[in-house]
């Protein structure tokens, strides 16, 4: 079978989404919530959620704790979201787009996570809402 642009690039963003999915599940996922208290309690108090960009974000009041532990996973995401980027000849952008859209599928209820028009939503028992760009 032969891969026109279109098909190439719906199979690129397949194969990041299953890569993506991976990483997330070696980050700041439920997890490594368990093996760091302090944002396993952030996380579970709404706190922080899964952004739309790949990373976590903080949703209410910022404290320098907060900032430390926001700051700690998004340096981590982005140094894997990089590696594999390169791996997979895609750019950061697109790489941690698609890791965040598995990131904000992956919550659970009761978790925050970033709507595509920019707000804090708290997932339900439903799907979560997410950007249209999401494979």
Known sequence: MTMNRENSKAFRHAVMAA??????????????????????????????????????GIVGAETPALRRIVNDINIKRRAVYSKRAQANNATLEEYALTAGCQAILATSPGEKYQAPDGSWKTRGSGAPLRDSRCP
């Open 19 to 56: 890569i993506a999915a991976l990483a997330i599940t070696g980050m700041a996922s439920p997890a490594s919530a368990q093996r760091d208290p302090a944002y396993a309690e952030a996380r579970a108090s709404g706190q922080v959620g899964e952004k739309m960009d790949g990373y976590l």
